[in-house]
């Protein structure tokens, strides 16, 4: 009943920029946070960015000052805008969402599918 679903992956060069949008839909009582994750080949999971419904964001330190995260309350989209890509950010990218249902006590995690970012040297 919750789906979250990722676009704007693709590959860049060094240097460059890409938008990644993730737009949720379903039936749910309250989106309290979305964001995303990523985990490249032979590596962990790790957080790149998390933003409240509030407002409140959360970066990881190695894309603080590149990354910027934003929400639509309206639209029950999160976007991340990536600057200044090199080839240490090619990963999949992974939209998370915690979000309350009708009648729980204790908020869920949902994710998405993933799309693929490739930055080229």
């Known amino acids: 009943q919750v789906q979250l679903v990722e676009s704007g992956g693709g590959l860049v060069q060094a240097g460059g920029s890409l938008r990644l949008s993730c737009a949720a839909s379903?039936?749910?009582?309250?989106?309290?946070?979305m964001g995303w994750y990523r985990q490249a080949p032979g590596k962990q999971r790790e957080l790149v960015a998390t933003?409240?419904?509030?407002?409140?964001?959360t970066y990881g330190d190695s894309v603080k000052g590149r990354f910027t995260i934003s929400r639509d309350n309206v639209k029950l989209t999160t976007n991340l805008q990536m600057n200044a890509l090199n080839p240490e950010d090619t990963a999949v990218y992974y939209c998370?969402?915690?979000?309350?249902?009708?009648?729980?006590?204790?908020?869920?995690?949902?994710w998405g599918e993933g799309t693929l970012v490739t930055v080229s040297s």
């Open positions: 998370a969402a915690d979000i309350w249902l009708s009648g729980q006590i204790q908020r869920m995690r949902y």
């Open positions: 379903g039936r749910f009582f309250r989106i309290a946070l």
């Open positions: 933003v409240t419904s509030e407002g409140s964001t």
